[in-house]
T-cell receptor, first 113, second 117 residues
Framework: GENVEQHPSTLSVQEGDSAVIKCTYS??????FPWYKQELGKRPQLIID?????GEKKDQRIAVTLNKTAKHFSLHITETQPEDSAVYFC????????????FGKGTRLSVIA | GAVVSQHPSRVICKSGTSVKIECRSL??????MFWYRQFPKQSLMLMAT?????????EQGVEKDKFLINHASLTLSTLTVTSAHPEDSSFYIC?????????????FGEGSRLTVL
């Protein structure tokens, strides 16, 4: 089955700097890669996703890149703000039929004002 | 976006009792729902895939007789933690995919925090 590795586990950045979180996956059949933000005690919220037919996607301060050959994808947050502080999870799935998401272990991002 | 509602949000029970958690898709039909468990400061671990009208598929290491899943309709799946023990204390989250099988965003319920005394 799919295995998703995520790094780093914790990340501290100064407000205004960029943050990058990286994930690798094992199943070459995976073709959908979402990123979730989870605040303490709350449900995960989708912030951006990418499908395997594109290499990069951007939404304001958030961007995701995908390298299918290397089986890795990354989340980039620019101009970080204190409210970006949360735990971020990457995930992957073959997305065929009703396959579940397999999550990385998460990255705790702290944006220091 | 699509809405998945989960109830209760918090439950405290005594060891040995059973607890039922409900997961509803409010504005779409979900033939499949997923149940995840999240321990403090850890990731979401898939427990089982709930299939409407048929038996759930459990992940390795998850006891099907302890975590009973029923998906009796296209909008409701329930997870019953039977004979709960303190080690079952966790955050349980359900999810469902809208927009057709394999194509839509996965939406999560609010989560249910179970504390077993």
């Amino acid at each position: 089955g799919e295995n998703v590795e995520q790094h780093p586990s914790t990340l501290s950045v100064q407000e205004g700097d960029s943050a990058v979180i990286k994930c690798t996956y094992s199943d070459s059949a995976s073709n959908y890669f979402p990123w979730y933000k989870q605040e303490l005690g709350k449900r995960p919220q989708l912030i951006i996703d990418i499908r395997s037919n594109v290499g990069e996607k951007k939404d304001q301060r958030i961007a995701v890149t995908l390298n299918k050959t290397a089986k890795h994808f990354s989340l980039h947050i620019t101009e970080t703000q204190p409210e970006d502080s949360a735990v971020y999870f990457c995930a992957a799935t073959p997305n065929s039929g009703n396959t579940p998401l397999v999550f990385g272990k998460g990255t705790r991002l702290s944006v220091i004002a | 976006g699509a809405v998945v509602s989960q109830h209760p949000s918090r439950v405290i029970c005594k060891s040995g009792t059973s607890v039922k958690i409900e997961c509803r898709s409010l504005d779409f039909q979900a033939t499949t729902m997923f149940w995840y468990r999240q321990f403090p400061k850890q990731s979401l671990m898939l427990m089982a895939t709930s299939n409407e009208g048929s038996k759930a598929t459990y992940e390795q290491g998850v006891e099907k007789d302890k975590f009973l899943i029923n998906h009796a309709s296209l909008t409701l799946s329930t997870l019953t933690v039977t004979s709960a023990h303190p080690e079952d204390s966790s955050f349980y989250i359900c999810s469902a995919r809208a927009g057709g099988a394999g194509t839509g965003e996965l939406f999560f319920g609010e989560g249910s925090r179970l504390t077993v005394l």
